[in-house]
């Protein structure tokens, strides 16, 4: 072995952003309606799970926190990212309505633009 005992080194800081932009957007707003400026991504349609689908997007916006944390940002900004995941799941719950508010939230998007802003991307 080249002395690493099979481990892949982490990524370089821009390339992990990227990662988690690019996951944000899948989860929160890949997909766009038709002649509307209105977008959702795959947590519309893994929210209509009840309780089970809730708690996998909830793990993964809590994985883009860790990332944050990784990434050096300070508690302030952690906290408000859990923020933004809490608010996501607590109402996002809600059936029905929580999908639709999930739809509108954004918690993921919301919490790349904090990691954008704290490396001024």
Same mark, same amino acid.
């Given at each position: 072995?080249?002395?690493?005992?099979?481990?892949?080194?982490?990524?370089?800081?821009?390339?992990?952003?990227?990662?988690?932009?690019?996951?944000?957007?899948?989860?929160?707003?890949?997909?766009?309606? !038709?002649?509307?400026? #209105?977008? #959702?991504?795959?947590?519309?349609?893994?929210?209509? *799970? !009840? $309780?089970?689908?809730? *708690?996998?997007?909830?793990?993964?916006?809590?994985?883009?926190?860790?990332?944050?944390?990784?990434?050096?940002?300070?508690?302030?900004?952690?906290?408000?990212?859990?923020?933004? =995941?809490? =608010?996501?799941?607590?109402? $996002?719950? =809600?059936?029905?309505?929580?999908?639709? #508010?999930?739809?509108?939230?954004?918690?993921?998007?919301?919490?790349? @633009?904090?990691? @954008?802003?704290? #490396?001024?991307?």
């Amino acid at each position: 072995m080249d002395g690493t005992w099979g481990y892949i080194a982490a990524a370089d800081p821009i390339t992990r952003i990227a990662r988690l932009r690019r996951l944000a957007w899948l989860i929160d707003g890949a997909a766009r309606v !038709p002649g509307t400026r #209105f977008r #959702f991504g795959l947590n519309s349609i893994i929210g209509l *799970a !009840p $309780g089970a689908g809730d *708690a996998v997007l909830s793990l993964i916006s809590l994985y883009i926190v860790y990332e944050a944390r990784r990434l050096g940002l300070p508690r302030n900004k952690l906290a408000r990212m859990l923020t933004n =995941v809490g =608010v996501e799941a607590a109402l $996002g719950s =809600v059936p029905v309505l929580g999908d639709l #508010f999930d739809v509108a939230w954004k918690a993921n998007l919301r919490n790349i @633009d904090i990691i @954008d802003e704290h #490396f001024r991307l």
